[in-house]
């Protein structure tokens, strides 16, 4: 890939007309829950994924350090060929997508595309809701972004959005004690706060991509008829209406049915950890940044 300097000095990636493969972005592992569907439901795309593993978690960091950091692992899948990339993270679509669609692509390439994965799970609440009372659990970083209240409220002024920050749910899951009897106390107690602070919500949004793998327990303590949006089957659904909607984006997306792994940490770490996601032993390599 041949890089230009714009009028500003910074690096301006020459467009490439040659198809490339779909980029998925994730700051850690939740983003193979997102893959996992998007492969499911466009079986035929070929898909780069890339985890900066290396300085996960991305919660706990400022709006700017988050920014930096997603926009240098966009800049890697652009290099390598992506035409479309896709932050399968909730942080990095909260914290950094709207800059770097605004900002960075017009001056990157203006004809390539960053989506996030907010918006797709926000565009499904105005169905599924019936009290207009929605619940959402997420990490610290997402809460605090107020992303998802915002965007529901751009769409369905009328819902209202109770928030719950669970801190804890992600190491539950990257240490491999989700299914653990001691991750049913966390668990309750974060469901039964959020449900506590707002006894008409009718949906919970899971606004995490690590969450899926917490959803049996997560049922155990919400009661029947409250809807649970797990972000996966939303996001994959929207991306193929995405490409029907967009077929000059389609051509510039090969399909070969192949997924490859990068990670910025070792080969070692990320084998073991990303076959808890994906139910299955993959291929890695690993890269620097």
Known sequence: MLKSQDNRGKDKIVLSPKPGPIGVFDSGYGGLTILKHIRREMPEYDFLYLGDNARTPYGTRSFQVVYEFTLQCVTKLFEMGCNLV?????TASAKALRTIQQIDLPRLDATRRVLGIIRPTVESIGELTNTRHVGLLATPGTVKSLSYPLEINKLFPDITVTSESCPIWVPLVETGE????????????????????????????????????????????????????????????????????????????TKGASCRYYTTESV???????????NSVVDAESLSL
């Open 268 to 278: 070692e770490t990320f084998l073991p950890n990303a076959s808890i996601f994906l």
């Open 178 to 253: 989700s299914q653990s009897e001691g991750a049913d106390y966390f668990i309750k107690h974060h469901v039964e706060n959020l449900l506590a602070k707002d006894s008409l919500i009718d949906t919970i949004i899971l606004g995490c991509t690590h969450y899926p793998l917490l959803l049996d327990k997560i049922r155990k303590y919400v009661p029947e008829g409250i809807n649970i949006i797990s972000q996966g089957e939303y996001v994959a659904a929207s991306l193929k209406d995405y490409m029907v909607r967009h077929p000059e984006m389609d051509m510039r997306c």
């Open 86 to 90: 896709i932050l399968a993270c909730n």
